[in-house]
């Protein structure tokens, strides 16, 4: 009789020694968040030297999906609603644009039996702009904006608020480069090279 009763004892202790996986190989993880991006001070010259460009910080509602190769490993997908940047041309305002900045990272999990994982992802970015607008010093001209490819680096953590739930605290450096035409001739380079922060509520199923 005793051996009846400290079987079943001796299992549940067990089980509640050894922590659990809250996410394994094969399942998906998703977040809503809002993040700014912040792009890097001094962003380029233009018209050989003559202009300087700034580029001005915005953030927006962002989500992310994150499938498991392993138990630690995930693939993971960006997206965004569009952010908008002003930009500015030797100080003065000249114009707009709105971009979307999907991208996909490779991510590691440093899992263990803390309610606080670390993670670290590295991948590619593909940056379109669009609704490009002038004013200032480019009234009435046509703004373009090359799209970029560029890698990105992610860095964050996830700390355990519920069943299958976190709080996600996360930074990203993405490489942003574009091209600028202003009524169709090239006149330089914008480097944009933001820095991501920001908060997600994470779930998985």
Do not use: C
């Not at 993971?76 to 305002?93: K, Q, S, V």
């Not at 922060?197 to 779930?203: C, H, R, S, T």
């Amino acid at each position: 009789m005793r051996k009846l009763i400290l079987a079943p004892l001796a299992l549940a202790a067990l089980a509640l020694a050894t922590p659990a996986l809250a996410v394994e190989k094969g399942d998906w993880t998703f977040s809503v968040g809002a993040h700014v991006v912040a792009p890097k001070s001094g962003n380029g010259s233009l018209a050989g030297g003559a202009l300087d460009a700034d580029v001005g910080d915005d953030w927006r509602p962002t989500i992310t999906a994150e499938y498991f190769l392993t138990d630690r490993l995930g693939l993971e997908i960006l997206a965004a609603l569009p952010f908008e940047h002003d930009i500015r041309l030797n100080g003065a305002n000249a114009g707009s644009t709105k971009h979307l900045p999907p991208t996909v990272s490779l991510q590691y999990h440093f899992r263990n039996d803390s309610k606080v994982t670390p993670f670290l992802g590295a991948g590619v970015n593909y940056t379109v702009f669009f609704e490009e607008e002038t004013r200032g010093p480019l009234a009435g001209t046509e703004l373009s904006l090359d799209s970029s490819w560029g890698l990105a680096g992610h860095a964050g953590v996830d700390i355990e608020v519920g069943s299958n739930k976190w709080l996600r605290i996360d930074a990203r450096y993405i490489d942003i480069d574009t091209d600028v035409k202003v009524d169709g001739a090239a006149v330089g380079t914008v480097n944009i090279d933001p820095m991501v922060y920001g908060a997600a509520f994470v779930w998985s199923f």
